[in-house]
């Protein structure tokens, strides 16, 4: 006969390990985070970090690489490729390079009302710098 | 001062001629897969920049590391921080030649161009050759890349903990599928 106090410890170890389970289990199938719930670490415009990735693409990236930040900027392009993927580019003419902004897709169709010339913030996340500056999964802020 | 306007003239119908013949796209599309028994992994990247120049002979990809997305975060974590490190290695590169050159490409002609690419793929700071073979389809005026190509993690110094050395392939198969390339102008 087992005493009480080994059947509790019994018991909380049993709890304890079901809690991990689940844990786990949740951890292991946790979607990427929407950004419309995330804070972001900057804000800034668009000219001002296309500016920084042209001068000096290392040190941009370790200011922005990877980071969640707020941008604000003139829609200067749309593109639709394949109805797979919604992008607007920020910018201007002065600059070939732009930020482009892929849109999360929970939020395309929002996105879709905002047309070219329209001033807008941007909250993503910052991929690095290929022809423009690269942003993920980003969300319109209104 | 007429050499120098005949000189300008001459280098910029030169340069006209020769981006006639090249193509880029910054939506193109690069996903992975790795598959095990335990597990199948895939991910995707749809903003890589992709450069084809037939007259330079020449196909560039570059793409972005923390733009390719998983369906789970965590993969997409550890892929970033503990696998590619993509803070110290933001980008990968392959610069490939065609084996043969490509003479009068024609992007009112729809056909299909089969193509032998001989280049090298630089990944988590690690330059390899890579062979493959690629697939341009002309198509109502509109150019899609096609290629399938597989690397070895262990080429590209990518190490995996041994706790999920099962579920990771050692082998990645890549693939690419970019459409719509526009003539740079």
């Known amino acids: ?142 | 001062m007429t050499i120098k306007i005949l000189l300008t003239f001459l280098l910029t119908s030169l340069s006209f001629l020769g981006n006639a013949q090249s193509f880029y796209t910054k939506n193109g599309n690069i996903s992975f897969y790795s598959k095990t028994s335990i597990e199948k992994i895939e991910a995707v990247n749809k903003k890589a920049l992709a450069v084809i120049d037939f007259t330079k002979n020449k196909i560039e990809f570059s793409v972005l590391i923390k733009g390719f997305e998983f369906e789970k975060a965590l993969m997409q974590e550890h892929f970033n921080e503990d696998y590619l490190e993509s803070d110290k290695y933001p980008k990968t590169v392959f610069k490939g030649t065609f084996s043969e050159p490509v003479v009068g490409f024609n992007m009112n002609e729809n056909k299909t161009l089969t193509l032998k690419v001989n280049g090298s793929l630089t990944l988590h700071g690690i330059t390899k050759a890579v062979s493959t073979i690629a697939i341009l389809q002309v198509k109502n005026n509109i150019i899609t890349a096609l290629s399938n190509f597989k690397i070895l993690l262990s080429d590209y110094n990518i190490k995996v903990p041994a706790v999920v050395g099962n579920n990771i392939s050692k082998e990645i198969e890549i693939k690419v599928n970019t459409a719509a390339l526009q003539q740079m102008k």
């Open chain 1, 1 to 142: 006969m087992l005493s009480k106090k080994i059947k509790y410890i019994l018991v909380g170890l049993g709890v304890l390990a079901i809690g991990i389970g689940i844990y786990a289990y949740k951890e292991y199938n946790r979607k990427p985070s929407d950004l419309a719930d995330t804070e972001a670490v900057d804000q800034i415009s668009a000219s001002v970090i296309i500016n920084a990735y042209s001068i000096n693409e290392d040190d941009a990236n370790k200011k922005y690489l990877g980071k969640v930040i707020e941008v604000s900027g003139t829609v200067a392009e749309l593109s639709n490729q394949q109805d797979t993927a919604f992008t607007i580019l920020l910018g201007d003419s002065t600059n070939s390079s732009k930020v482009s902004c892929t849109i999360d897709k929970k939020h395309i169709a929002a996105a879709k009302k905002y047309p070219i010339g329209k001033v807008v913030n941007v909250r993503g996340i910052c991929t690095g710098y290929l022809m423009d500056v690269e942003l993920n999964r980003c969300f319109i802020m209104e």
